[in-house]
């Protein structure tokens, strides 16, 4: 007969094999996360030294405008189908998922659309250089939210290898495309060659989930995750926002050249803001998952994907440093001499904003959206007073230090509201989340 002692260590053993399992799904997890930042990295660094070489430092001012306006849309979309997804449907069975899919990319196709006409009406309106980058990126604009919207799907039902895929299709597609822009040698060339490579992406992953965007439960998706959906908007727009008032702002009072300084700058550290930029597609949902099975790992978590991200910004920073000149000409052209005075100050920034993403991870899985609005809104504001009244003060580089120091103090209050949210969540916890 088996005794009472043997029935004990079969059962610590059997925890323990569990706890080992459910690590290394983790593990396994992050690093397609991983791999599929690594992509979308190498692709966004991949287009902009080739446009910024092909194109010269003002024309990569104009397309570096483009570029930041899509980011604005980019976040309208993710905030109100792509953010609520990932918080109530990672994890979820496969029938509610591909449910909730359908109308999440619905909803971000009808995103694409509405703002893709008003870019539309709004270029000619524009003229010179900027308006024709405009309109062509509002053709785009629905191939890019859908492909992007895949992304988010696939690491909500924890299948990131799928995501990582199709954006080796994205790379894949916009080689040619880019070569086809070079011999045409404009900005709009090279928006619609980004954006058209993107619907290659988008249209593939189609076929990857079996499942199509269903624009006709878009209504009932912002219906169903409007406590969710439209705070995420606030908050993502507040981001996106701030970012285009000081690109705008730093073009109207140094110059639309130093508009191209700072994005070459800020692609001298791509691989990180790529990751910032995409953070929440892996550690939200990784990050909810810690809440429901070990709620008391969630500070920690956060804590060490906010240290990590900024320790390894500021190692990057300091190889780029070390950079010989000739390597930097060769990579941004006549861009380099300028971008490399700012390397300092955009470190620091990124490293300041990668601490940060680690508490804001962990408000998005405790769902706190109101604490993560007021977050955001206060950052955002620190953020476009310290690029401009920087930029006054002492032009681009000004700039810059204002930005660095601006995302040090908005982190600090996202760890002082992930501190709060977690007291009232040991005292109050959250009930089940529905999956409808």
């Not at 103090?409 to 009930?431: D, K, Y």
Request: charged share 15%.
């Amino acid at each position: 007969m088996t005794t009472e002692r043997e029935k004990t260590t079969a059962s610590a053993g059997s925890a323990s094999n569990a706890r080992r399992t459910a690590k290394r799904a983790v593990v396994g997890r992050l690093s397609w996360g991983l791999a599929d930042q690594a992509a979308s990295s190498v692709s966004n660094f991949a287009v902009g030294i080739y446009v910024a070489r092909s194109l010269g430092l003002t024309a990569f001012g104009v397309f570096s405008l483009a570029w930041v306006t899509y980011g604005v849309v980019l976040s309208v979309s993710r905030g109100l189908a792509t953010d609520p997804l990932v918080v109530r449907f990672s994890g979820v069975p496969d029938a509610s998922w591909r449910g909730a899919v359908a109308r999440s990319s619905g909803t971000a196709l009808g995103v694409g659309a509405a703002i893709g006409a008003a870019c539309l009406v709004a270029g000619p309106a524009l003229g010179g250089r900027v308006g024709p980058a405009f309109a062509c990126l509002g053709v785009m604009l629905p191939g890019l939210l859908v492909q992007d919207a895949w992304r988010y799907a696939f690491f909500a039902a924890g299948t990131g290898r799928k995501a990582f895929v199709n954006d080796l299709v994205w790379g894949v597609a916009l080689v040619p495309a880019m070569v086809l822009a070079a011999r045409v040698g404009s900005v709009a060339a090279f928006v619609l060659a980004w954006g058209g490579s993107a619907a290659v992406a988008a249209v593939y992953g189609c076929f990857q989930s079996g499942i199509r965007p269903r624009t006709t439960g878009a209504r009932e998706w912002l219906r169903e995750h409007r406590d969710l959906g439209y705070r995420y908007l606030a908050e993502n727009v507040g981001v996106s926002g701030a970012s285009q008032l000081r690109a705008y702002g730093l073009g109207a009072i140094v110059g639309v050249s130093a508009v191209g300084v700072v994005r070459g700058a800020e692609l001298l550290l791509g691989p990180f803001m790529a990751v910032l930029m995409g953070l929440s597609l892996v550690t939200v949902a990784e990050a909810a998952r810690v809440l429901r099975r070990a709620p008391h790992r969630l500070g920690p978590f956060c804590l060490v994907l906010g240290g990590g991200q900024a320790v390894a910004a500021l190692l990057w920073g300091g190889a780029l440093l070390l950079m010989p000149d000739r390597v930097g000409e060769l990579a941004l052209g006549d861009v380099w001499h300028s971008a490399s005075q700012l390397i300092v100050p955009v470190t620091l920034g990124v490293a300041g904003a990668g601490l940060g993403t680690g508490a804001a991870a962990g408000l998005r899985a405790l769902a706190a959206a109101r604490r993560s609005l007021r977050c955001q809104l206060f950052a955002s504001a620190c953020y476009v007073i310290g690029g401009l009244g920087g930029a006054a003060v002492a032009g681009t580089v000004g700039s810059a230090r204002g930005v660095a120091a601006a995302t040090f103090c908005g982190s600090a209050v996202w760890w002082l509201q992930l501190r709060s949210a977690l007291r009232e969540h040991h005292h109050n916890p959250l009930p089940e989340v529905r999956t409808p």
